[in-house]
């Protein structure tokens, strides 16, 4: 008998391999996993029933193209596209025989930290339903850690794959900006957006991001990885050196019972062996934030202006054809999507762009040299993922501004590009807490290594204490 | 910088959005408060820093000019609002 909940995709794979459960069994345990949890918790938009494929299965954040399923990035502008052609990502798992079990609910155009701003309602946390799963990639976390998928690939923009994970429970890495490819994704901010993976363990997070990784001719902003992924192993951290930003630590806003979950984290990795050492940030947290909201919304006022109607998506009646383009907009995007065209539309408008666009993109470069900077004396740096546990839907859907403070300590790694890996380190009032891990570009091994040691020692237990 | 109303239907045109009006009153103050919050970039003195566009030092990535099959158009239509023949269908005029 299968439990979906406990189930590791390692553990899946060896399922297969021995013979002792079939591509098809496996998938449908799923399947009634789905049929059993989803209506209560709303992770999947849509679900497959079937998908070809002799391996495990696999959930898709809704951003990821994928042929002949549905794909709506959580908008009503997208309701009923269907891409003609997969994803490179989805091409690559396809070539390793995964099976797409659905697609998976996100706030829309993946500008969200709760799933609320979907256009199709708000995923639920398994660990608490009354509460928010986190988000863009709510649906992709919440799934994973309710055992409706054995892990999942999310896209993280200025934190929606490390800040859903964190409030799951479960592991979700950010890779390094251009090691995975895009092509086929709804693009969102393109300076910054990333896929990636989110599953139960480092070890499962490691072994899909060495799926997806790796460069892409359909994407010339991607690289080859200068070194294979290693599956990590080692249960001690000798001879490395992590950095506590103070500012990353002592944000105001992080919760005591995250703060003190974290801490212990922190004491673990020095009983590994690691050395631990405090440090700073001094202007990358501070002004991170309003950087994020000045760049981010400016690329995604460019990206989105290809949904008019046109091509595909949805078109509003009209005689005129401007009125077509107008209208269409109108109906098809929501609140937030038309939050953030309008502060990207003027910040990169005549007399505005230097004052806002060009400015945020010198600072920019402030936070990526504060943190190379660091780099030359820490192999990582240690932080809480999210200020907060998960929080109650509705909490922070009346003001634009509370809700964009839930990505405060993610966001900073993003604006440099450098890969993020949060892991869960303990529980505050019963729910979750992330524990955040950024490395210099490339690091990902160095981050599964760390990440993989500290999961052994701490011992969580991914399965939310109402399912178990 | 403060948004006022007459800026914000204009930047909603170059936008290409129309604005109910309960938007425009909603937006109005939460644009202002993001960019009062956002104009906190401002307060850097950076002329003597460069600024970065793209986290990854890649530049100019050339490939091999060799014809790959495209979409057929069959697909490429396949999810067109309307079309006529092979081709997208539009409603007529409307200036800019």
């Known amino acids: 008998m299968i439990d979906t909940l406990r189930l590791t995709a390692e553990e899946a794979n060896a399922l297969l391999t021995r013979g002792e459960a079939s591509s098809d069994e496996i998938y449908r345990v799923y399947l009634d996993a789905i049929g059993d949890r989803d209506p209560e918790l709303h992770c999947y938009l849509h679900v497959c029933e079937h998908d070809p494929g002799e391996g495990i299965p696999i959930a898709l954040k809704d951003v990821i193209g994928t042929k002949g399923i549905p794909t709506t990035a959580g908008s009503r502008i997208l309701e009923g596209y269907t891409p003609v052609y997969d994803a490179s990502v989805v091409t690559r798992l396809r070539s390793r025989g995964l099976r797409v079990l659905g ?3 996100t706030d829309e155009f993946a500008m969200g930290s709760s799933t ?38 999310g896209s993280d923009t200025g934190g929606s794959i490390k800040q859903p994970s964190a409030l799951c429970g479960n592991v979700g890495l950010r890779p390094t900006y251009g090691t995975v490819s895009r092509y086929g994704i709804v693009a969102f901010a393109s300076s910054l957006d990333q896929v990636g993976p989110v599953a139960r363990t480092v070890r499962d997070c490691a072994f899909l991001y060495s799926i997806v990784a790796g460069r892409d001719p359909c994407d010339t902003t991607t690289v080859e990885l200068p070194q294979p992924v290693e599956l990590p192993e080692a249960d001690e951290l000798g001879g490395l050196r992590i950095g506590v930003p103070r500012e990353l630590n002592e944000a105001e806003g ?24 405090e440090c700073s940030l001094p202007l990358s947290v501070e002004y991170g934030m309003p950087c994020y909201y000045l760049i981010a919304p400016a690329e995604a006022s460019s990206n989105l202006a290809r949904y008019d109607g046109v091509r595909y998506g949805h078109r509003a009646d009209a005689a005129e054809r401007l009125e077509m383009y107008e209208r269409t907009r109108e109906e098809g995007f929501g609140d937030e999507p038309k939050r953030r065209i309008m502060v990207g539309t003027y910040a990169l408008s005549a007399g505005y762009y230097d004052a806002y666009y060009g ?11 504060e943190h190379d900077a660091l780099f030359e004396t820490f192999d990582a740096l240690v932080s809480p993922t999210s200020p907060t546990v998960a929080f109650p839907l509705g909490a922070r859907t009346a003001d634009p501004l509370a809700m964009y403070l839930s990505d405060l300590l993610t966001i900073p790694s993003c604006m440099a590009g450098l890969p993020g890996l949060s892991i869960p380190c303990g529980l505050s009032e019963g729910l979750p807490v992330g524990l955040q891990l950024v490395g210099p570009q490339f690091a990902e091994n160095m981050l599964f290594r760390i990440g993989h040691a500290l999961e052994q020692a701490i011992g969580f237990d991914p399965v939310p204490e109402r399912l178990r | 910088m403060a948004i006022d109303r007459e800026q914000l239907l204009h930047v909603a045109r170059l936008a290409r959005l129309v604005l109910r009006e309960d938007e425009v009153e909603r937006l109005e103050g939460q644009l202002n408060d993001i960019l009062e919050a956002v104009s906190k970039v401002s307060e850097l003195d950076l002329s003597d820093v460069p600024p970065t566009s793209h986290p990854l030092e890649v530049v100019n990535v050339w490939e091999e000019d060799e014809p790959r099959p495209s979409l057929p158009v069959a697909e490429a239509l396949a999810n067109a609002p309307e079309r006529d023949g092979d081709f997208f269908k539009v409603p007529p005029g409307g200036t800019a």
């Open chain 1, 359 to 369: 400015q945020a993109q010198k600072v920019r470069t402030v936070i990526k040299r």
């Open chain 1, 103 to 105: 697609k998976t609910n």
């Open chain 1, 254 to 277: 992080i919760e005591p019972g995250v703060a003190e979950a974290v801490r212990a984290a922190i004491a673990r990795l020095e009983e590994l062996g690691a050395e631990v050492e």
């Open chain 1, 116 to 153: 609320e701003n979907s256009a199709y309602g708000p995923s639920r946390n398994p660990w608490d339903p009354s509460r928010v799963p986190g988000g863009s990639g709510g649906g992709s976390a919440a799934a994973v850690s309710a055992g409706l998928a054995p892990w999942a690939l």
